[in-house]
């Protein structure tokens, strides 16, 4: 659990999911990239010890055959990837309304996800 989440959530789904921001599996991360705030739902196979040892044998190349693909290509390694979230997927509450009313709690909580957003995850927000 990352601690206490102030932002008001539309329901007990997106409540949870944002309590579990970058834990290992399936978890909702609040973004901002300059004026675009988003929720996206972010998936990681690996625990932040994981992690940590992944970004180490990535940066040593420890195990260079997990770069090549069946032909011998490079392929990059994704260790998580997300997806915008527009609206509820439980109650259907539009997000961007969420997040208007209550932007100075989600500006917080997503200065607080910033370390547990991946990489991938870390694009900016799609304007609709
Ligand atoms: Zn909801």
């Given amino acids: 659990m990352t601690g206490t989440v102030a932002l008001r959530a539309c ?12 834990e290992q599996g ?18 990681t196979p690996f625990t932040r010890w994981q992690a940590q040892t992944w970004n180490r044998v990535a940066r040593e190349s420890l195990l260079p055959d997990l770069w090549r693909d069946e032909d011998g290509r490079l392929a990059p390694v994704l260790d998580g990837m997300s997806f915008p979230l527009w609206f509820c ?4 509450a539009e997000l961007a309304c969420l997040i208007q009313c209550q932007r100075d709690e989600f500006d ?8 547990f957003v991946c990489p991938l995850s870390a694009t900016a927000p799609q304007e609709r």
């Fill in 89 to 92: 997927p439980l109650c259907g």
């Fill in 11 to 22: 329901c007990s789904w997106l409540k949870n999911m944002l309590s579990v921001a970058g």
């Fill in 108 to 115: 917080r909580l997503a200065a607080s996800h910033g370390r």
């Fill in 26 to 43: 399936f978890s909702v991360v609040a973004v901002t990239s300059g004026d675009l705030r988003g929720f996206r739902v972010q998936a």
